[in-house]
């Protein structure tokens, strides 16, 4: 399959589903590649504490993914809430709003599958106390959409009710979504898609429609594969008026200390 030199740079260890989808001239479009506790974000402990810090006066919290692929992302993050705060603590955060444009990975994700690579049990039992056999059942015959979706995996799971529950999947632009999604308290996770947007244009606009509408309690989460050569998320959305989380470099804050001040005090 032909890929795209522009996408070629970057070639993270995945743990979980890969697939690229081209257009007709067999151009890539963009990757599906997404992985379970995807490790760009940092240690996922911090992460929950963060979140668990942030809203703990907050009687509801909005999760959202903009590109959420097969779901790998969301279900973490169901995953490491309902470790730390338990089924009622964790009750605020869901259902996490999960979109992506491409139609095909939506539907499978829909119907609660999630392709898996050797190791994903181990690793979702160490994050979450040992529950990988009450979120998840690995299929014995793989649905027929799923083996004509050209993805890499090693086997599927089917998500059982109660994981699958916690997390809504629709299909939608990042571009559009942003625009809607609740100020208050919000987390919009927006990671690793940025370069597959049309242009830097379309880059800058979707930093500033996230800082118009996101108030001073919410932030914005990006992944590495966000800043590769031609591409600065970190820097669309500094300009935007973002900045950094001191903590956490992936976490985009209205309320952050901005970087060139802190030299000053
Ligand atoms: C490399 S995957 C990243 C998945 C996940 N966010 C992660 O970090 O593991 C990129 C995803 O972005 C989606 N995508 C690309 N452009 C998009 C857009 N404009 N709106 C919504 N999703 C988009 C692709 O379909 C793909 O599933």
Redesign the pocket.
Known sequence: MYINSTYNTYSPNFTSSGRD?CNSLGELI??????LF?SDLGNWDHLIDYIGEKFKNAPKANLY?????AG??VYSLAMKLLAKYGEKGAEKYFPILA????AK?ISMAQKGYLPMFEGDDKLINEHTHGKFNKYFEIVKTVPDFIKNMDLDYDFIAKVKPELRNKVSFKV????EECKSVNPNNSIV?A???WP??KDETTRIQMSNNLYKRLDKNSAVII?S?DDTPGTYASKNLYDAGFRCNLNNCCIYEKNAIPITEMYYF
């Open positions: 989808v963009h990757r599906n590649d997404t992985s995807r993914s903009l590109s959420c692929s790998d992302e979109s992506d444009y491409d990975i939608a632009d990042a571009t996770m990671r690793n898609f597959y947007l992944g594969f």
